[in-house]
Structure formats: structure tokens, C-alpha cells
């Protein structure tokens, strides 16, 4: 039973490049949660889906990041025209259901050159 | 908003030792709360949690406390090894929402 699935583990973009990290929940599972781990910082809540709908948004910047969780396929999340700031470790999670415990991939490293 | 602070950031002790790992939150509305496991480059381990209902939670030489009104939790660990080496974060669930607000963890060094 394989766990929360994240790819790629590492990308390398330059500044005004899009980034674009997956992130396939458990089988079973159909909430995600997008988390951003900044350099010496802790982890922060960027945005929670079900399928096709964004239920809570509410730390997500404003401007360049997008996400998604369509009804076929992995939840992506979008970075658009990267600036160096954005380099950062951002884990997935997901749960059965909502308020259940979230299970956490292995993170996709983005680097900004 | 919920606020958790993790102390110390950072300790470093002989193998063979008892040790406790720290946790305040600011808002004691919580669901549950959660002790994870970060080892460098990698994801996070979930190693304990605890609903809000429940005083502690055991696994192992792990043992984790959680004083709701007061806002605390406590990370346990007895008899220490170098294996224990990594990052222990501490993680919130309030009752209003599904994110989890993390602290900004403990990294514990374990000497041989």
C-alpha cells in the first residue's frame, strides 16, 4: 500500500521559470494539503483540496502559486515566474476524510537559481 | 490564531539518556496534536498523537503528554540513541479548520 507520493523529489528552476510539483495522495484518499517548509523554518499550511474543489486557500500567497486536485490524476501545485524566496522543501499530505490524521510524502526540494 | 513554539530548538546529549522535548500552544481549542519525526532530506514521521480528550500517549521508550488548558505537550524519550537523531516536531489541529500549525521543531543530536 504505497504511501503519499510526491514527484519530483528535487527541481532546479531558473528565476521566471514555472515550477510544478505532484503529489498523489494514498490510495483511498481523497483530501491533500500543501505544506512549505522554508530554510530553518518550520512547516506552514499553504492550501487543503478535495477532489476538483479548494476548500481552504488561506496560506497561500496571493499571486504566482496555484493548486489543484482534478478529478483524475495527481493534485498539482503551480509556481509561476520563480523568484529565489520560493526555494523551499513543499511536502503533500493527505487523509481519508476530513479532521483525520494526514499522512506526509517526502517532499519535493525546490531550488531557484 | 494558533501559534506553537517548540523549546529548546536544539540539544545535544550523551546516548543512554532521558530526555524531554517541549510544545506550547497559544489557543488550547485544539482537535488534536501530534508529535512527528523529521530526519534530514526526508519527509515527516508521524510518532504520536494525541486527541484532545487524551492525557498521553505511549509507543515504546515514547511517551508523549498533552496539557490542553494549559497549552503544553511533552515529548518523552527514554534511554536515548544516537538513532533518535533528527528533527522532532510538534503539530496542531485546531477544532475550526484541518491544517495542522506546526512548531518549529527540536533538533536533537544523540552522542554514542
Known amino acids: 500500500n504505497a504511501g503519499v507520493m510526491q514527484n519530483p523529489r528535487h527541481l532546479v528552476r531558473r528565476r521566471g521559470q514555472e515550477a510544478r510539483l505532484r503529489c498523489s495522495p494514498m490510495?483511498?484518499?481523497?483530501?491533500v494539503y500543501w505544506y512549505r517548509q522554508l530554510p530553518e523554518e518550520g512547516l506552514k499550511f499553504m492550501v487543503y483540496?478535495?477532489?476538483?474543489?479548494?476548500?481552504?486557500e488561506s496560506g497561500m500567497p496571493k499571486e504566482r502559486f496555484s493548486a489543484e486536485f482534478p478529478k483524475e490524476g495527481p493534485s498539482i501545485l503551480r509556481i509561476q515566474q520563480v523568484v529565489r524566496g520560493d526555494s523551499a522543501a513543499y511536502f503533500c499530505a493527505s487523509s481519508p476524510r476530513s479532521m483525520q490524521p494526514q499522512h506526509f510524502g517526502d517532499g519535493t526540494r525546490l531550488s531557484i537559481l | 490564531k494558533q501559534e506553537v513554539t517548540q523549546i529548546p530548538a536544539a540539544l545535544s546529549v550523551p546516548e543512554g539518556e532521558n530526555l524531554v522535548l517541549n510544545c506550547s500552544f497559544t489557543d488550547s481549542a485544539i482537535y488534536n496534536l501530534q508529535w512527528f519525526r523529521q530526519d534530514p532530506g526526508k519527509g515527516l514521521t508521524s510518532l504520536l498523537l494525541i486527541q484532545s480528550s487524551q492525557r498521553e500517549q505511549t509507543s515504546g521508550r515514547l511517551n508523549a503528554s498533552l496539557d490542553k488548558s494549559s497549552g503544553r505537550s511533552t515529548l518523552y524519550i527514554a534511554a536515548s540513541q544516537p538513532g533518535d537523531s533528527a528533527t522532532y516536531l510538534c503539530?496542531?489541529?485546531?477544532?475550526?479548520?484541518?491544517?495542522?500549525?506546526f512548531g518549529g521543531g527540536t533538533r536533537l543530536m544523540v552522542k554514542p
Open positions: 503539530a496542531v489541529k485546531d477544532n475550526a479548520g484541518n491544517m495542522l500549525t
Open positions: 490510495k483511498g484518499h481523497s483530501h
Open positions: 483540496l478535495q477532489k476538483e474543489n479548494i476548500i481552504d
